[in-house]
């Protein structure tokens, strides 16, 4: 089977619920597993995402002014022209922009027609008003746009009251929304340090100046569990790969 650049977005919409986290997150994984790749980092405001990511990550801007909105086409054409995956790191209130971009441009059909498809990685902190921006984020986007719900354990532990919302229940079963997976907890003192020295993780899992053998052992764990998260949603089987 031909392999099928896909263009993930990642947002969420609520400032700190992890997207930045989650976005490096996925990053890593695709640089471990050899996957032919493209970062965007759309977050004018705090591009952490390409400060780390150098090389792999580029800027983008969206912008209710087309004129000052850049490097938007770029997203679509990396998959296209280059064949790569491309991640999308989203800011938060994002939502309409997005939504203005993809239809204004008729990039979902246009996607279809080339055998690219979009993922929207819904990174959640568990409170009711994300949950409900997750509900409208799958009523609004085009269905073709697979929805997976990052579920951020570092901001809330028990989610079962949250999946069993009847609300929530309905709009995934409507829009055949069942995917999701868990973002691991990566205790505050490896995280800080990380972000505070602008650490790749596997650069991060590598220091031995900034991080003690037990801390590395946790970055490690996490990576490890994040990719198995990542590795059940399948959305990764037959992405395109870098040649040996």
Known sequence: ????????????????????????????????????????????????????????????KFSANDKMSQGLDEIFEFALEKQKLVIVNLPAQIHELVMDWLRKNELVEMGAQNGIGFVHWFVCNGGMDSVKLFQKSLGEYDPRVEHVLVKNLGLRQDWSDILEDKALSAAREKYKAHREIELPLLAYLERDRIDDYQLRFDEAEKDTERFGAVSRQRIKKFIRDVSVQIDSTKLFDNAPRTEK
Do not use: F, T
């Open 1 to 60: 089977m031909k392999p099928k650049p896909l263009i993930h977005l990642v947002g969420g919409e609520k400032g700190g619920a992890g997207k930045s986290l989650y976005c490096r997150s996925l990053i890593q994984y695709c640089l471990n597993n050899g996957i032919y790749l493209q970062a965007v980092d759309a977050d004018s405001s705090n591009p952490d995402v390409a400060r780390v990511y150098k090389g792999v990550c580029e800027l983008a």
